[in-house]
């Protein structure tokens, strides 16, 4: 099998790996080069993971990471966020993000993709208005 290549992912590296765990990392590095080839982990990853099937960690699968989350947008924020908008248009971004105590692309970011409005001429406008809002802003 030395001539053929495998597409192997992480989860079933680690499989192979746990089921030779009797073997020791050299051995299994070498086993994983020859069926791989350039595409086998290093020795130390190797070597990293036998060493953690021998601690009781018997999981193949990638954990969960914990850490910020991609969005925080919550419905009240929007909402705080959209009355200051309509109590004052020229309203910028970073004063917004001195009174709510959030991070400025948090604002840019509820503004633009959840509030669909943009700056047009330091006044926030929807993103698309009809024919009569468009005359009544010229």
Same mark, same amino acid.
């Given at each position: ?9 992480n ?5 192979v790996?746990? /089921?030779?765990?009797?073997?020791a990392p050299?051995? &299994?590095?070498? +086993?994983?080069?020859? !069926? $791989?080839?350039?595409?086998?982990? *290093?020795y ?7 060493a ?15 850490g910020? /989350? ?7 924020i &929007?909402?705080? +966020?959209h009355?200051? !908008? $309509?109590?004052?248009?020229?309203? *910028? ?8 105590d ?20 330091a006044?926030?406008v ?8 468009k005359?009544?802003?010229?």
């Amino acid at each position: 099998m030395s001539g053929d290549t495998c597409d192997f992912n992480n989860i079933e590296t680690r499989a192979v790996i746990f /089921l030779l765990q009797s073997k020791a990392p050299k051995e &299994i590095h070498a +086993i994983l080069t020859e !069926i $791989l080839g350039e595409y086998a982990p *290093s020795y130390a990853t190797v070597k990293n993971w036998v060493a953690q099937f021998k601690l009781v960690d018997f999981s193949t699968c990638d954990e969960s990471r914990p850490g910020r /989350l991609k969005t925080v947008s919550i419905p009240a924020i &929007i909402d705080q +966020i959209h009355e200051l !908008i $309509l109590e004052a248009r020229w309203i *910028s971004a970073k004063s917004i993000t001195d009174q709510l105590d959030i991070s400025h692309e948090r604002v840019g970011s509820i503004i633009h993709e959840d509030m669909d409005m943009r700056k047009l001429s330091a006044k926030w406008v929807p993103k698309c208005l009809n024919s009569d809002q468009k005359r009544q802003r010229c």
